[in-house]
């Protein structure tokens, strides 16, 4: 994310009628509107893949998939992202504009927004009553983390890699994080003879 070059600030209400109009994303964060950075095509492929996996596994369910361009709003006229990938199942989610009740939200983590996605945004994200799992998916290895509320409403953390099975259990789908990296192409480390 990059702050805008003014600093533009206004009110939760301006920002939601003018962003809307721009060409660019902003997200709003506490007043101040930040411009979203762009994405690597591997951010971009991951994102897809997990659109498509998850938009064909809730086809017969009253889920809805969105993928980068909604926004969620977290707290009421103080903050709203723009997540990779959003799952909200509540019908009470009928804002044209944004989602209100995610129960799963996933980033695809790169260099200038994993600080954010792993901190602040994920801080904000855990007070949403509806949201049940956090997923963030590396880029520069397959290496996917789960963050999932459990019964107590504690957040528990569990790590997948490449040869394993993710259960989502927010939305009851079962993907293999094989699937999530299908083309995207991994730099290779060079190595010293």
């Keep these: 994310m990059v702050a805008l070059p003014d600093n533009?600030?206004?009110?939760?209400?301006e920002y939601l009628l003018w962003e809307p109009t721009q060409e660019e994303r902003y997200e709003y964060w506490d007043g101040e509107v930040v411009m979203?950075?762009?994405?690597?095509?591997?951010?971009?492929?991951?994102?897809?893949?997990?659109?498509?996996?998850?938009?064909?596994?809730?086809?017969?369910?009253?889920?809805e998939v969105y993928i980068v361009d909604v926004k969620v709003q977290?707290?009421?006229?103080?903050?709203?992202?723009?997540p990779d990938v959003v799952v909200t199942c509540d019908e009470?989610?009928?804002?044209?504009?944004?989602?209100?009740?995610?129960c799963l939200i996933i980033e695809v983590l790169s260099p200038s927004t994993?600080?954010?996605?792993?901190?602040?945004?994920?801080?904000k994200y855990r007070q949403s009553p509806t949201l049940q799992e956090y997923v963030l998916v590396q880029v520069?290895?397959?290496?996917?983390?789960?963050?999932?509320r459990n019964e107590q409403g504690k957040w528990v953390l569990s790590e997948y890699n490449l040869h394993?099975?993710?259960?989502?259990?927010?939305?009851d789908v079962e993907i293999a994080i094989?699937?999530?990296?299908?083309?995207?192409?991994?730099?290779?480390?060079?190595?010293?003879?």
């Design 74 to 82: 977290v707290e009421p006229g103080q903050k709203y992202f723009y």
């Design 178 to 193: 094989a699937h999530l990296y299908r083309q995207v192409q991994f730099e290779t480390e060079a190595t010293e003879n």
């Design 8 to 13: 533009t600030s206004m009110s939760a209400e």
């Design 140 to 148: 520069a290895q397959p290496s996917v983390e789960v963050f999932r």
């Design 36 to 63: 979203m950075s762009g994405a690597t095509r591997n951010h971009n492929r991951i994102s897809a893949n997990l659109f498509k996996l998850l938009d064909d596994a809730l086809a017969a369910r009253s889920c």
């Design 164 to 171: 394993e099975r993710l259960r989502l259990e927010s939305v």
């Design 92 to 102: 009470r989610d009928d804002d044209p504009q944004l989602i209100q009740y995610p």
């Design 114 to 123: 994993e600080a954010a996605d792993r901190g602040k945004k994920f801080a």
